[in-house]
């Protein structure tokens, strides 16, 4: 492509530059708006300086990657009311042999969970139950959450619906999920297994003993605070559904006000109790005649407001689903609820569950047999609306619209970008050195794809260079085409472990983990980067030597 005019490309570059300032620093301080407004900003900014015109920009948004997006998305929040999540979290502590066991089990749950549901969900629900299961056998959390981050960016690299850039990769290259999935998948489990052996050789020392005498104060979790933890994520709005899926449907619309109007219920009739003692101390000062008349008329009166605030009270708690199963009262509030479910709502409650996880599976089945990707995950998303049986606004509103915003910004931001010419010069500058026909030429490769991938974010750098790779790869033969597709797909999501700023699913385990109540602990950059830099250039170069085309 010849270099666009000069105002053109000047313009360009600076639109590019503001998008990948606010989408690498999404709180910069001079303009703290975040990354999706960011991409916005840059893709107006791309019109507005008439780098590409207004149809230019609605062409390059790319429906389906947005339609797979949205359905894996909302297939994602009915397996976590369905509990999903929480049988994994559960399999984590389930009949553990000691620190370097549970590492190892979590370098394989998050690794295979991230490769069905995504990495940046798969470290949402898991980060605190990581947390919560370090401070049960007094362990230090740090190994396992570099465990949970790292493990989950090397799994979701073996399907298209890993991680974003996969999606991008799959349907860019029209590589069917069967074969995506054949090349890449020795990779990933040797990938994850060496990511282990890492762990296990960097803090061998420390997962063989007992923290500092300075942490040992700390207060160890129970049993059940871990198999039946809810989740409070701090960058996605799910929630975690209870044992009963009526009951879930019950607490979605939860809030803090309803509980607050709870406790005061309970207070005002504590205060009723005692103004009743109080107002029979008082007439008991009185004539004994007086005392006998007043005293029976305040008591009924008193007492039957008593009783109508109980009444509301349990009325306010059915209709908020306000109800804690920490209680002994609750717990039969909760029976009786059982037992008055109509058959109908019961058959409901036992059969939902194993549907969700029926309907999941044929979606990953009709994906593997070549199906459509992204109508197949939006009829999945469907299926699954449709067998709820009830409003679905409460669930779809946990989808994070602001994710797709961001893809339709950054589609156009890089759309411009490439007609201003300059991705295209510099990549005339380094293809002879980049053939993926010889070893120099994949290590090449890898390393700008590694370098890239950090500096501007991997889906961006798969934009950038997808189209490029694989052209030029294409002279070779077909096959050539497609290993270079799959070399793209491995080395951007596994570049993602280099630094705590490389990957989404970093920095939600790391603001999970600070967030966490009760369990906040800080995963400081440079520790991160301790173990990011050596593992990262040691499963990427193992892994090239395994993906096939």
Same mark, same amino acid.
């Given at each position: 492509? +010849?270099?666009?005019?000069?105002?053109?490309?000047?313009?360009?570059?600076?639109?590019?530059?503001?998008?990948?300032?606010?989408?690498?620093?999404?709180?910069?301080?001079?303009?703290?708006?975040?990354?999706?407004?960011?991409?916005?900003?840059?893709?107006?900014?791309?019109?507005?300086?008439?780098?590409?015109?207004?149809?230019? +920009?609605?062409?390059?948004?790319?429906?389906?990657?947005?339609?797979?997006?949205?359905?894996?998305?909302?297939?994602?929040?009915?397996?976590?009311?369905?509990?999903?999540?929480?049988?994994?979290?559960?399999?984590?502590?389930?009949?553990?042999?000691?620190?370097?066991?549970?590492?190892?089990?979590?370098?394989?749950?998050?690794?295979?969970?991230?490769?069905?549901?995504?990495?940046?969900?798969?470290?949402?629900?898991?980060?605190?139950?990581?947390?919560?299961?370090?401070?049960?056998?007094?362990?230090?959390?740090?190994?396992?959450?570099?465990?949970?981050?790292?493990?989950?960016?090397?799994?979701?690299?073996?399907?298209?619906?890993?991680?974003?850039?996969?999606?991008?990769?799959?349907?860019?290259?029209?590589?069917?999920?069967?074969?995506?999935?054949?090349?890449?998948?020795?990779?990933?489990?040797?990938?994850?297994?060496?990511?282990?052996?890492?762990?296990?050789?960097?803090?061998?020392?420390?997962?063989?003993?007992? #923290?500092?005498?300075?942490?040992?104060?700390?207060?160890?979790?129970?049993?059940?605070?871990?198999?039946?933890?809810?989740?409070?994520?701090?960058?996605?709005?799910?929630?975690?559904?209870?044992?009963?899926?009526?009951?879930?449907?019950?607490?979605?619309?939860?809030?803090?006000?309803?509980?607050?109007?709870?406790?005061?219920?309970?207070?005002?009739?504590?205060?009723?109790?005692?103004?009743?003692?109080?107002?029979?101390?008082?007439?008991?000062?009185?004539?004994?005649?007086?005392?006998?008349?007043?005293?029976?008329?305040?008591? #009924?009166?008193?007492?039957?407001?008593?009783?109508?605030?109980?009444?509301?009270?349990?009325?306010?708690?059915?209709?908020?689903?306000?109800?804690?199963?920490?209680?002994?009262?609750?717990?039969?509030?909760?029976?009786?609820?059982?037992? #008055?479910?109509?058959?109908?709502?019961?058959?409901?409650?036992?059969?939902?569950?194993?549907?969700?996880?029926?309907?999941?599976?044929?979606?990953?089945?009709?994906?593997?047999?070549?199906?459509?990707?992204?109508?197949?995950?939006?009829?999945?998303?469907?299926?699954?609306?449709?067998?709820?049986?009830?409003?679905? %606004?409460?669930?779809?509103?946990?989808?994070?619209?602001?994710?797709?915003?961001?893809?339709?910004?950054?589609?156009?931001?890089?759309?411009?970008?490439?007609?201003?010419?300059?991705?295209?010069?510099?990549?005339?500058?380094?293809?002879?050195?980049?053939?993926?026909?010889?070893?120099?030429?994949?290590?090449?490769?890898?390393?700008?794809?590694?370098?890239?991938?950090?500096?501007?974010?991997?889906?961006?750098?798969?934009?950038?260079?997808?189209?490029?790779?694989?052209?030029?790869?294409?002279?070779?033969?077909?096959?050539?085409? #497609?290993?270079?597709?799959?070399?793209?797909?491995?080395?951007?999501?596994?570049?993602?472990?280099?630094?705590?700023?490389?990957?989404?699913?970093?920095?939600?385990?790391?603001?999970?983990?600070?967030?966490?109540?009760?369990?906040?602990?800080?995963?400081?950059?440079?520790?991160?980067?301790?173990?990011?830099?050596?593992?990262?250039?040691?499963?990427?170069?193992?892994?090239?030597?395994?993906? %096939?085309?």
């Amino acid at each position: 492509m +010849a270099m666009a005019v000069s105002v053109k490309l000047v313009l360009g570059s600076i639109a590019f530059a503001i998008f990948w300032v606010l989408a690498v620093f999404p709180a910069v301080p001079f303009l703290p708006i975040g990354r999706t407004a960011g991409s916005l900003l840059g893709a107006m900014l791309m019109v507005s300086f008439r780098v590409i015109t207004p149809d230019q +920009a609605y062409d390059a948004i790319d429906l389906p990657i947005l339609g797979l997006l949205f359905g894996t998305m909302v297939v994602s929040i009915y397996l976590e009311r369905a509990d999903m999540f929480k049988y994994l979290g559960k399999l984590l502590s389930w009949k553990s042999l000691g620190a370097k066991d549970l590492l190892c089990r979590i370098c394989l749950i998050s690794a295979i969970s991230s490769s069905l549901f995504t990495n940046d969900t798969t470290c949402v629900v898991l980060t605190e139950f990581v947390l919560k299961i370090a401070r049960q056998h007094n362990l230090p959390p740090h190994p396992f959450l570099l465990a949970l981050a790292s493990s989950a960016n090397i799994g979701s690299s073996a399907t298209p619906i890993g991680n974003p850039q996969n999606l991008v990769i799959a349907l860019e290259s029209k590589i069917s999920f069967g074969d995506f999935v054949l090349g890449i998948l020795p990779a990933m489990l040797v990938g994850v297994l060496v990511n282990a052996l890492i762990l296990l050789c960097m803090y061998w020392r420390l997962l063989s003993v007992q #923290k500092d005498e300075e942490d040992a104060t700390l207060e160890v979790v129970a049993e059940e605070d871990v198999n039946f933890h809810q989740f409070s994520p701090a960058t996605m709005s799910h929630m975690t559904s209870l044992d009963s899926h009526e009951w879930n449907s019950k607490t979605e619309i939860v809030n803090i006000d309803s509980q607050a109007n709870v406790k005061g219920n309970i207070a005002h009739a504590e205060t009723l109790r005692n103004r009743i003692r109080n107002e029979n101390e008082l007439h008991r000062t009185s004539s004994a005649g007086s005392v006998s008349s007043a005293n029976s008329n305040g008591s #009924k009166d008193l007492t039957s407001e008593l009783h109508s605030q109980r009444r509301d009270e349990n009325q306010n708690i059915l209709s908020n689903g306000t109800a804690s199963m920490d209680e002994p009262g609750d717990a039969v509030f909760m029976q009786s609820l059982d037992e #008055k479910e109509n058959p109908t709502t019961k058959w409901k409650r036992l059969l939902w569950k194993p549907c969700v996880y029926l309907v999941t599976i044929g979606m990953l089945i009709s994906l593997l047999m070549g199906l459509n990707m992204s109508w197949t995950a939006i009829a999945a998303a469907l299926a699954l609306v449709v067998l709820d049986f009830k409003d679905a %606004r409460p669930s779809l509103e946990k989808v994070s619209y602001s994710l797709l915003i961001f893809f339709c910004g950054m589609f156009i931001t890089v759309d411009g970008f490439n007609k201003t010419g300059i991705p295209s010069a510099v990549w005339d500058l380094m293809e002879p050195y980049a053939k993926i026909d010889h070893v120099s030429g994949i290590a090449v490769l890898a390393v700008v794809i590694l370098v890239l991938s950090n500096v501007a974010s991997n889906v961006p750098t798969v934009l950038l260079l997808g189209a490029r790779v694989a052209a030029s790869a294409a002279q070779i033969s077909a096959a050539e085409e #497609k290993k270079a597709w799959l070399i793209l797909a491995w080395v951007s999501t596994v570049a993602g472990n280099l630094s705590l700023l490389g990957s989404a699913a970093n920095l939600i385990v790391c603001e999970q983990a600070r967030r966490a109540q009760h369990l906040g602990y800080t995963l400081s950059f440079w520790r991160h980067l301790k173990f990011g830099v050596p593992a990262t250039l040691v499963v990427t170069a193992i892994g090239l030597t395994l993906i %096939r085309g």
